[in-house]
């Protein structure tokens, strides 16, 4: 019998040794790269499945070069990295992963949030320099605070349980309502403008497409209740950058946790401008980023929300149960 093919791109060791124990090696051939995925890959024209990660890009030319792929498993829950239609037009499923991570990226936005309200980055950097003054470091309470929640799906409801937990009240804004669960959680779903006018905190936990692209924007950045927190661990591009630059400088944002950054796909490290052929709006992206990291009121963190012990192992469980599940023609997680 023809072994089923599948290579997985941006690949670290440990998540290799995982995926390699699962698999029926009579049935499966497996191929890992902790490279991120590449056109100049040979593995992709012999291949049935490709597993990717949120910075490998599945672009036409990608899906074109892949002439036996049947299926695309993405390890994350957002799949903006894939052309899905693509995928979808040449008849190759793309399959996700959407329920790993609620409790984890909620408790990174909550780290995140716990970090501004107490100024613990700031405390951090001083302690380690043996200075321990109060100067400067007196913080706010969460308990009886406005926090918005912009996309009130899997994510959402748990940042609003742990704000619940916290004493707060909670308002959210989504295309979808659920009474229900409104009246179970006790929260109120307002429109966009009333929860950046009425939230303390405004925290994005929307997927990143065409509805979502600069919601929070020039137009209505003015609406923002002045000194509001701001957190993003979904996607950039839900925010106009020059509206977070704007609402930074002029203090519209009191301040901001950012796990997602303009450009932190093309641009990990700074060093990485010396060998990569690098884009004007790039270098531009990347001096923005330097200019909002000097400033003591934002923290931003390598998009690492997802990243915790507990949900890799969710994610690669389920991408293995997505990728059996579909030559074995049961459920699985099916974007299209
Ligand atoms: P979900 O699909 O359960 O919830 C998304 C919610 O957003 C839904 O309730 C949906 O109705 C709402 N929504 C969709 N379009 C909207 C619009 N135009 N305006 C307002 N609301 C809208 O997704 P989940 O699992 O909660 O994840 C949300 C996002 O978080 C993902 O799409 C992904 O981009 C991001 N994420 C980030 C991670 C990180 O490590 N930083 C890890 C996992 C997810």
């Known amino acids: 019998m023809k072994k089923i093919k599948i290579a997985f791109f941006s690949i670290p060791a440990k998540e290799k040794n995982y995926l390699n124990k699962k698999f029926d090696k009579s049935k499966y051939e497996l191929f890992f790269f902790k490279e991120e995925l590449s056109l100049d890959s040979s593995v992709l024209k012999d291949i049935d499945v490709l597993s990717v990660f949120i910075y490998d890009k599945v672009e036409k030319s990608i899906i074109d070069k892949a002439k036996n792929l049947k299926l695309i498993a993405t390890r994350s829950t957002g799949y903006n990295h894939i052309d899905i239609e693509y995928a979808k037009k ?6 996700n992963v959407p329920y790993y991570g609620e409790n984890t990226v909620a408790e990174h936005t909550f780290a995140l949030i716990l970090a501004l309200s107490r100024n613990l980055h700031k405390a951090y950097i001083r302690s380690q320099q043996s200075n321990f003054s109060l100067d400067g470091l007196r913080g706010f309470d969460l308990r009886g605070k406005t926090i918005g929640v912009i996309g009130a799906g899997s994510i959402g409801v748990h940042v609003m349980k742990i704000a619940k937990g916290f004493g707060m009240n909670v308002v959210a804004y989504d295309v979808k309502k659920n009474h229900i669960l409104e009246e179970l959680l006790d929260f109120k779903y307002v429109s ?18 065409d509805s979502t692209h600069h919601l929070i924007n020039m137009k209505n950045i003015d609406k923002v209740k002045k000194g509001a927190l701001f957190i993003n661990t979904a996607r950039s591009g839900i925010i106009e950058p020059t509206a977070l630059y704007y609402a930074i400088d002029k203090g519209i944002f009191g301040g901001a946790g950012l796990d997602v950054f303009e450009g932190e796909e093309l641009l990990k490290e700074e060093n990485q401008m010396l060998t990569k052929n690098v884009s004007k709006e790039n270098i531009e992206a990347l001096l923005k980023r330097n200019l909002l990291l000097r400033r003591e009121n934002v923290i931003i963190t390598p998009h690492m929300a997802f990243d915790s012990h507990e949900a890799i192992e969710r994610i690669l469980q389920t991408t293995y149960e997505n990728i059996i599940s579909f030559f074995e023609n049961k459920s699985y997680y099916k974007v299209v």
Not at 90 to 95: A, F, G, L, R, T
Request: aromatic letters at 4%; glycine letters at 4%; charged letters at 15%.
């Open 90 to 95: 040449k008849n190759i499923s793309v399959c």
């Open 192 to 209: 966009l403008d009333e929860l950046l006018g009425s939230s303390d905190i405004i925290t994005l936990h929307c997927p990143y497409n």
